[in-house]
């Protein structure tokens, strides 16, 4: 199976500016996460999507993030205003709802994000 | 209490040796304790799992440990491999009402010198 897709891999930009991410799961896979690993760190969520609709965006910085999932595939998570802080690898990750309530998390390669 | 500590934060192993990374946690409704390697520039990607009715679970040269009344679990690598150098994180899951969450651990840089 094609694993979770992610653009654009590299992203630099000044602080202010704006900046969004684009995912496209396992095919099949209702539940997509975002999340956030800063160097050195484990990764972070962000938020978290079933089908199309949030589940979990607690740790959101709702401020200056926001993220959509239309029709329940692809997701796009959007950063405006970026500060410096926000400089980290920008993860998603889907998993199958079906079948055993344990299954994985599987992610793409990420988008680093370096703010200037 | 929806931590997840692990410990070294870096390892140096000579090739053939053993590897082990710790882990521990403090929420008991944590019911699913995933590995995940991640290489430089890729996503972290599932290398073993284990469920808290099992204290042992070994796949190839990977062995998770399960210490559910310590709330520890453990990774141990056996003959070590230069390919097995990589960033190690553990991570503890939870069933909620809308799905399932995971809390990832900091995270261990392995290298496996040849």
């Known amino acids: 199976e094609a694993g979770v897709a992610q653009s654009p891999r590299y992203k630099i930009i000044e602080k202010r500016q704006s900046v969004a991410f684009w995912c496209n799961p396992i095919?099949?896979?209702?539940?997509l996460y975002w999340y956030q690993q800063i160097l050195g760190q484990g990764p972070k969520l962000l938020i978290q999507f079933q089908n199309n609709g949030v589940v979990d965006d607690s740790q959101l910085p709702k401020d200056r993030f926001s993220a959509e999932r239309l029709k329940g595939v692809d997701s796009t998570l959007k950063i405006q205003p970026a500060k410096l802080e926000d400089s980290a690898v920008y993860l998603c990750a889907s998993r199958s709802s079906q079948g055993a309530l344990n299954s994985p998390l599987h992610f793409g390669n990420g988008t680093r994000l370096t703010v200037t | 209490q929806q931590q997840v500590k692990q410990s070294p934060q870096s390892l140096i192993v000579q090739k053939g040796g053993i590897s082990i990374i710790n882990c521990a946690y403090e929420?008991?409704?944590?019911?699913?304790f995933p590995w995940y390697q991640q290489f430089p520039g890729k996503g972290p990607a599932l290398l073993i799992a284990?469920?808290?009715?099992?204290s042992e679970k070994k796949e190839g040269r990977f062995t998770i440990s399960f210490n559910k009344s310590a709330k520890q679990f453990s990774l141990h690598i056996m003959d070590s491999q230069p390919g097995d150098s990589a960033t190690y994180f553990c991570a503890a899951s939870i069933i909620v009402y809308y799905g399932q969450n995971f809390v990832f651990g900091p995270g261990t840089r392995l290298s496996v010198l040849p």
């Open positions: 284990i469920r808290p009715d099992v």
């Open positions: 929420n008991t409704a944590f019911d699913y």
């Open positions: 095919s099949g896979h209702a539940t």
